[in-house]
């Protein structure tokens, strides 16, 4: 009788029990670490909005006051490298381009102004998850005073009473 060579089907089973227990205490590290720097990511482009914001109305404190959308702070998208709209309107090479639109590291941005007297006098910004518990727990925004807030609820309206980070 010859000896047979390779694995016995009970030695392959137990390899890949071993995977699968492995592969189990992993994956949730593995979501919950991305899941950290989403969130990370969302506040640092909250900051980055209102730095932008606060640029963009020291340029054009005259005329527009605060940008009325994050488009008016991206790239105008005709010119590499970016060379920023005189006015305002298509571009002010503030922020990039997957900003500008709105979404970005797995969170939706929202950029809202005040009027007043012709200009805009104020913005609010909020970053909200884009699939909660997926992509993030935490919703954060920031007003004109600069400070970015977080809450572990959805947030309407930012103001003061949203703890600050």
Do not use: H, W
Not at 12 to 17: D, F, Q, R
Not at 31 to 49: C, F, G, Y
Not at 147 to 158: E, G, K, L
């Amino acid at each position: 009788m010859q000896k047979q060579k390779g694995f016995s089907l009970i030695e392959l089973l137990i390899v890949v029990a071993i995977i699968l227990i492995i592969a189990a205490i992993a994956i949730p590290n593995l979501l919950r670490a991305r899941m950290a720097a989403n969130e990370s990511s969302a506040a640092a482009a909250v900051r980055t909005i209102n730095t932008a914001q606060l640029s963009y109305n020291q340029k054009f404190s005259n005329t527009r006051g605060y940008a009325a959308t994050l488009t008016a702070l991206g790239p105008n998208g005709v010119a590499v490298p970016c060379v920023p709209d005189p006015v305002g309107l298509a571009g002010d090479c503030q922020i990039d381009g997957t900003l500008a639109t709105g979404t970005k590291g797995g969170y939706g941005y929202v950029n809202a102004v005040t009027a007043g007297g012709g200009l805009n006098v104020a913005y609010t910004i909020i970053a909200s998850p884009t699939t909660l518990n997926q992509t993030g727990t935490r919703y954060f925004c920031s007003f004109s005073d600069g400070v970015v807030r977080a809450s572990n609820a959805v947030i309407a309206a930012c103001t003061g009473a949203v703890t600050p980070l």
